[in-house]
């Protein structure tokens, strides 16, 4: 109990921790390995049961719902300005495609007046 500030958020973080043990062990055979195994070896195969036994060890601590949501702006606002960052990039290539491409057309179109003078 010492772990959290109540039991409400104890049993929480119980659940949503048993929650991803448990689609880790639902994904173990599709070969993704996007979700974090259970941090304790245990001898209970159920999910809340071993999220209670990492929680007991300290592999598992609960974060505030305001500071998880400071953390999760900073990383979304990071990916946006990746993101934008990305498509200025894919937009500025094109342009650079066409201004070669009419520069070769230039060069071509004179190409041929040149040697009409000749």
Same mark, same amino acid.
């Given at each position: 109990?010492?772990?959290?500030?109540?039991?409400?958020?104890?049993?929480?973080?119980?659940?949503?921790?048993?929650?991803?043990?448990?689609?880790?062990?639902?994904?173990?055979?599709?070969?993704?390995?996007?979700? @974090?195994?259970?941090?304790?070896?245990?001898?209970?195969?159920?999910?809340? +049961? #071993?999220?209670? &036994? !990492?929680? /007991? *060890? %300290?592999?598992?601590?609960?974060?505030?719902?305001?500071?998880?949501?400071?953390i999760e702006a900073e990383?979304?606002?990071?990916?946006?300005?990746?993101?934008?960052?990305? @498509?200025?990039?894919?937009?500025?290539?094109?342009?650079?495609?066409?201004? +070669? #491409?009419?520069? &070769? !057309?230039? /060069? *071509? %179109?004179?190409?041929?007046?040149?040697?009409?003078?000749?």
């Amino acid at each position: 109990m010492h772990r959290t500030h109540s039991k409400f958020s104890l049993v929480t973080l119980a659940a949503r921790r048993a929650r991803e043990i448990n689609s880790y062990f639902n994904q173990l055979g599709e070969g993704l390995g996007t979700m @974090v195994p259970p941090q304790v070896s245990s001898t209970s195969r159920k999910p809340l +049961s #071993i999220s209670f &036994e !990492e929680i /007991a *060890a %300290d592999k598992i601590v609960g974060v505030e719902m305001a500071d998880y949501e400071a953390i999760e702006a900073e990383l979304d606002a990071e990916l946006l300005d990746e993101a934008a960052d990305d @498509v200025v990039a894919a937009l500025d290539e094109p342009t650079a495609q066409a201004e +070669s #491409i009419t520069v &070769e !057309e230039s /060069a *071509a %179109d004179e190409a041929p007046a040149s040697e009409e003078n000749a």
